[in-house]
């Protein structure tokens, strides 16, 4: 999530552990330990200039649920340690403080599609349980209210009542999106089952800033489609448009150290394109047709088959207020055409 939501979750959790004459300072405490995982760009940017690495690589080691507690444990043992007796003061309170605002954040950061490293330094694909996308008001607004009510409040009850309800309110949002998901996914399925794609690898995530209009895409033989479901304004079947994928040079190049990489991360979910004899993989997970967040040029056609190039990172040519026009629009109404891209229409009713 942004940086500014995972602040107010650290500062929220951190201050609902403390005693309420320590909140004021568990509040500056949770918001520092809340954003601390997001610094792994600082070192990861320093070892490589290579983008495929640098994507993989954050939402690693300092995501981990395995990493974390002992970092957690290290930070509370120093402040009783050596601190100015809050810590010492309430030993119990603050370790469950720093606990969980570190832990929280990993958490969090896999209720989108990016991908988080829970498990590291154990490799399984990364979670992305993707319910919520990287910036959500309706999620965040609940939390910043409660921490400004709290920080004017310090110690009174007031305080205490604005953070819980603001904790409540945000999780609720969560459990509401995971709801909307499954009614999604339940229309994807019945669609897609019709098509003959029932077995198809697929995901499902919302658009921009809302859980209102969802994106699913499903692999097939030949690439992709991609459909859009509204739980507002539809009420038909759901449809898709078809995309295609060069399927041939990706399996060609699956060898290839930096497609295995990208593969790992997005679990399969690529698009290939070849551009003048180079292999351009874009992550099908974030963006939508035509215009994709990440999307690398890996590989030169040679010979005797693809050989690696140095990543690079394709420019994005996403017009950010035009899709978000576009969102809004489409999350009120059902267009004739199937969703927001331009591809052959596939399962229309």
């Keep these: 999530m942004d940086s500014l939501t995972q602040i107010v979750l650290g500062a929220s959790v951190a201050a609902a552990a403390v005693p309420a004459a ?6 500056l405490a949770g918001a520092a330990l809340g954003t ?5 760009g600082i070192p990861v940017a320093l070892m490589t200039d290579d983008p495929v690495l640098r994507m993989t690589l954050h939402r690693g080691l300092t995501h981990s649920l395995l990493v974390l507690p002992l970092v957690a444990a290290a930070i509370w043992w120093l402040f009783r340690r050596f601190g100015n007796g809050r810590v010492a003061a309430s030993p119990a309170r603050w370790f469950w403080a720093i606990q969980l605002a570190l832990v929280t954040h990993p ?6 599609v990016y991908g988080t490293q829970l498990l590291w330094p154990f490799t399984p694909p990364p979670a992305m349980w993707s319910s919520v996308f990287i910036i959500d008001p309706l999620y965040t607004v609940w939390l910043l209210i409660g921490v400004l009510v709290a920080a004017c409040a310090g110690p009174r009850l ?4 604005a953070i819980t309800a603001g904790l409540v309110l945000s999780t609720a949002y969560l459990g509401w999106s995971l709801v909307a998901k499954t009614l999604v996914e339940r229309e994807a399925e019945r669609a897609l089952v019709a098509l003959g794609l029932g077995d198809a690898p697929r995901f499902s995530v919302p658009m921009p800033a809302n859980t209102l209009l969802w994106r699913v895409v499903a692999m097939t033989d030949v690439g992709y489609v991609e459909g859009f479901r509204s739980l507002v304004a539809d009420r038909g079947p759901m449809r898709f448009s078809a995309y295609r994928s060069d399927v041939e040079a990706l399996q060609e190049s699956a060898h290839l150290p930096a497609v295995q990489r990208l593969a790992w991360f997005n679990r399969g979910f690529m698009g290939a394109e070849v551009i003048d004899g180079t292999l351009q993989l874009s992550d099908l997970r974030m963006g939508n047709e035509p215009d994709y967040f990440f999307r690398f040029d890996v590989a030169q056609r040679a ?19 035009n899709t ?8 009120w109404q059902e267009p004739a055409t199937p969703g927001l891209g331009t591809g052959e229409a596939v399962g229309s009713p």
């Excluded at 601390?36 to 792994?40: F, G, K, R, S, T």
């Excluded at 978000?324 to 999350?331: L, Q």
């Design 36 to 40: 601390l995982p997001d610094l792994d």
């Design 22 to 27: 320590h909140r004021r300072a568990a509040l």
């Design 324 to 331: 978000w026009s576009a969102t809004w629009a489409r999350i």
């Design 158 to 161: 007031l305080g205490k009542r």
């Design 107 to 112: 958490l969090l950061d896999a209720f989108t």
């Design 303 to 321: 010979d005797t088959g693809w050989t690696s190039i140095p990543p690079v990172q394709a420019p994005m040519a996403r017009d950010i207020g």
